[in-house]
């Protein structure tokens, strides 16, 4: 990841009307980003690298 946000961080973007989405290419990476921050919104694109 290019840098980590911080709960507050993300809390004043989501109250300024921004939202982040994370990409991932296996539901494996997703379960475990989620099992860190359940609040994550993620998105599994199944693109191989």
Known sequence: M???LSAQERDI???CGYD???GVS???HKDA???EDEFLN???TGCTR
């Open 42 to 44: 993620i998105v599994v």
């Open 26 to 28: 296996t539901q494996a």
């Open 20 to 22: 982040f989405i994370v």
């Open 2 to 4: 290019g840098g980590n």
């Open 33 to 35: 980003l989620l099992a």
């Open 13 to 15: 973007a989501l109250a």
